[in-house]
């Protein structure tokens, strides 16, 4: 009899363990717990921690509750001014209601790709390649409105962030914008010069004109021309010729007694006298006194 008493409570010891071991359940500080008994699920969310459930009629499931990161594939896609463009992105969800990430949707990675797939291509059709280049965070922001919309009320998910990874172009479209960038940048160097030259002149005006106030500035800028081209060492040869000089002369021209006005009207000088009409004896005459004094023949 002691023998059989034994067993008997090692027998129930051993099934008390198991029906212990199929009670308790361990849900993480990272996830939560979903009770189903018989296929309903009970109210309340297990919490971190160890939780007893009735074995046979409860099954718990657990979902994560941390941030999940998907990467969407790359996507042909044409953009609104008819650019063929392959895209890929990356998805940052993750679970707020964990009863509807179970219940509501299979398999709810999958269906966040999904959507993510077809949000990115809706969006880069609706979008110009240059704001898909230059706007990111517009393109960025929409793209999460997109998806953000069909997941977080019906399935409890929330699309934290979305990011555009990369933009993959066309190898003539990628020559055709490197064309595009060098002539702008050349554009703005003929600018930026035309600019300096002008900038440039209105200072050699306002030189001119203090130089002319003072005769002798010209002279010392000749000088300093000399002395710049010297330090060069090189076989230029460089005659200065005194300013004063040039203006010398030109005074001498433009004075009323000078050779300007005392030279002879050449066209004046050069057309014979008007003698009236001669004979031809006399004009014959006055041939041979032009040729030595000879009477004519």
Known sequence: MGAAVVVAVVI???IALIVLALSLRLVQQYQRGI?????????GIRQPG????VPIADR???????????GVP????????????TVDAVVYYRVVDPVKALVNVHDYPSAVLQVAQTALRSVIGKADLDTLLGDRDRINAELKAVIDAPTEKPWGLLIERVEVKDVSLPEGMKRSMSRQAEAERERRARVIAADGEFQASRRLADASRAMAATPGAYQLRLLQTVVDVAAEKNSTLVMPFPVELLRFFDQIARSPGGPATAAPDLGTAARPPDL?????????AAEGDGHGGRPPS
Not at 60 to 70: L, N
């Open 60 to 70: 718990m499931a657990r979902v994560s509750m941390q941030t999940t990161v998907i």
């Open 35 to 43: 009770v189903f008994r018989f296929g309903r699920v009970l109210e």
């Open 74 to 85: 790359a996507q042909g896609a044409i953009t609104r001014d008819n650019v063929t463009l």
């Open 12 to 14: 129930v010891v051993v």
């Open 50 to 53: 160890l939780h007893l459930i």
């Open 276 to 284: 009236g009409p001669v004979t031809e004896g006399v004009a014959g």
